[in-house]
């Protein structure tokens, strides 16, 4: 079978017309024709289905040929994705986020090295092989993608069409899939009435028609508003739970990793900045393309509080002392006020800061002041062993 054989008559065009990127089409082009597995929910298949869905990247490297010349996108990528994982990918605009996701699917065809899904040496697939693993790698983007002059429950059922699924089954897959995605009553409704939100959602509802066992995300919730980002990333986390299926996103947005990613991989000039479970890499950055992505996370000082600060301890006035405590999330350590009374012996005051839970771990900064006067213990003593109160404490300077 040739890919081209599951290509309706005509669709093509109109795809590629229609599409907002030809990367719709070329996914489309690709599906299998051969039958589409039964969603499976009941908990032996989910277990079942944890086993696939793993992604391995192995000293992979992108060079693109431009007319400017080679640009290096990727280098010496070594990576795995978990099977059910949700995995983040950051990095600055051009870092090779893209790149990387699109090698998965072989949109982009690696220059050196391997990508293998479960198992599988992507490279080393034949047409038939690729169609295959495409219909098990769904797709969503930043603008949706969606097909202008087709309804809703038609821009759900194309890749059931192109893969030559009985009417029937097309009706009951999609009736179930726009119930998964909250659009039942939408079904006959053209994309242009839709929001952002339920455009997106058709999105997810479209990469999950042929039931697949990863879903890429490019951007997916980017072009949303906070709170359709907050209900699409809530119906992903709710696929990756029910249907098991791998997530692997890319988003500008940290606060999209901190709320549902398992892993991240900050990549910095098409390289590993780092790696690692969200709570460690965000509550303890190790490098600077890290800290430079979080810089809007921190609770920096604010503007007034900078403005008042001095570094003496000013003269013949009463002041007070400011103190950041740093949380990151390890051995289950967090701001405890009778103790950081206690240990600190003096009245202390919350001034600013905050603290976000990744994962269950306390990671945060706050700023806390206390009277000039009093004698503090030594501060790094209160960072270590039993009676540590923070992760890091740091005098920051003095207000009057
Ligand atoms: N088709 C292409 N031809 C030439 N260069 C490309 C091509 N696609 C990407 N690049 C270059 O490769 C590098 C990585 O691009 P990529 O799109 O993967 O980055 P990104 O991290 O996804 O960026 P953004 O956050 O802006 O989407 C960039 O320098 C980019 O200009
Ligand atoms: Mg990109």
Redesign the pocket.
């Known amino acids: 079978m040739s890919v081209n054989e599951f290509v309706i008559p005509g669709l093509m065009p109109l795809l590629q017309r229609q599409a907002e990127s030809g990367t719709v089409a070329k996914l489309v082009n690709a599906l299998d024709a051969s039958p589409l597995r039964e969603t499976r929910t009941d908990a032996v298949a989910v277990a079942d289905k944890k086993a696939i869905g793993t992604v391995r990247f192995e000293a992979l490297g992108k060079v693109?040929q431009?007319s400017a010349g080679k640009?290096s996108?990727l280098e010496d990528i070594s990576l795995d994705i978990q099977a059910g994982s949700i995995f983040g990918i950051i990095?600055r605009?051009?870092?090779?986020?893209?790149?990387?996701l699109r090698t998965i699917n072989r949109l982009e065809t690696p220059s050196s090295g391997r990508v293998w899904v479960d198992g599988v040496d992507v490279a080393a697939l034949d047409e038939n092989g690729l169609v295959a693993l495409r219909r098990r790698i769904g797709m969503i983007f930043q603008h949706f993608n969606l097909l202008s002059a087709k309804t809703v429950y038609e821009n759900v059922a194309l890749p059931l069409r192109v893969a030559r699924v009985p009417n029937a089954e097309i009706h009951q897959r999609v009736t179930r899939l726009l119930e998964l995605v909250g659009l039942a009553d939408k079904h006959a409704t053209y994309p242009g009435r839709l929001s952002g939100g339920q455009k997106q959602r058709v999105g997810v509802a479209r990469a999950l028609a042929t039931n697949p066992e990863i879903l890429l995300c490019d951007e997916a919730t980017s072009a949303l508003d906070p709170e359709a980002t907050q209900s699409i990333l809530a119906l992903l986390r709710d696929i990756n739970r029910q249907l098991a299926i791998t997530i692997i996103l890319?988003t500008?947005e940290m606060s999209v990793i901190h709320e549902i990613a398992d892993r991240v991989v900050v990549?910095e000039k098409?390289r590993i900045a780092e790696e690692g479970e969200v709570w460690k890499v965000f509550g303890n950055p190790q490098h600077d393309a890290t800290r430079a992505l979080l810089l809007l996370l921190e609770h920096d000082l604010p503007q007034d509080l900078r403005a008042t600060l001095v570094h003496e301890p000013p003269q013949d006035k009463a002041f007070e002392r400011i103190l950041a405590f740093s949380y990151t999330g390890a051995g289950g350590l967090e701001p405890d006020f009778i103790r950081i009374g206690e240990a600190l012996d003096t009245r202390v005051r919350l001034i600013h800061g905050g603290l976000d839970r990744i994962q269950g771990h306390a990671h945060g900064r706050l700023l806390l002041a206390v009277d000039g006067r009093a004698q503090l213990p030594k501060l790094d003593n209160l960072t270590t062993g039993q009676g540590a109160i923070a992760h890091d404490i740091q005098e920051i300077g003095y207000v009057v």
């Not at 605009?93 to 990387?100: C, D, E, P, T």
């Open positions: 693109y431009s640009v996108a990095g605009s051009g870092a090779g986020k893209s790149s990387l890319i500008h990549l098409g």
